[in-house]
C-alpha cells in the first residue's frame, strides 16, 4: 500500500546525438483518428523545396497535452521577457515578394 502512494521517478536520457537538436521556422500538423502528425521543416528564403527534419507522432490526448504545455510555456515565457509579437509579411507571400507562406496566418 506504501509504494501506491510513492511517486515514480522517470529518468530520461538525452543522447548527444539528440540533443544537438534541428531548427525548425515551420511546422505543418496532420492528423488521422488515431495519431496527430507533426512535421518540423527549415524552409529558407527563396529555395523552391525544404526538407522535414523531424517528424513526431502522437496520440490525441498526448497532443492535447502537448498544447496545454506550451501555451502554459509560453505564458511564463511572456511573463519574465515580455510579450511575444505575431509579425505578419508586409506584401501577402506569392505575389512576387519572394517570402514563402506562413500556414500559421490563418
Do not use: C, W
Request: aromatic content about 8%.
Amino acid at each position: 500500500m506504501e509504494n501506491n502512494n510513492k511517486k515514480q521517478e522517470l529518468k530520461i536520457e538525452l543522447t548527444p546525438e539528440v540533443a544537438n537538436g534541428h531548427y525548425a521556422n515551420l511546422a505543418v500538423i496532420s492528423h488521422t483518428p488515431g495519431e496527430f502528425f507533426l512535421d518540423f521543416i527549415t524552409v529558407a528564403p527563396n529555395m523552391p523545396q525544404a526538407k522535414v527534419q523531424s517528424r513526431i507522432i502522437m496520440n490525441p490526448e498526448n497532443a492535447k497535452n502537448l498544447l496545454f504545455a506550451l501555451r502554459d510555456n509560453l505564458q511564463r515565457y511572456e511573463k519574465t521577457f515580455g510579450e511575444i509579437e505575431r509579425k505578419t509579411p508586409k506584401n501577402p507571400a506569392g505575389q512576387g515578394s519572394g517570402e514563402i507562406p506562413n500556414p500559421f496566418m490563418a
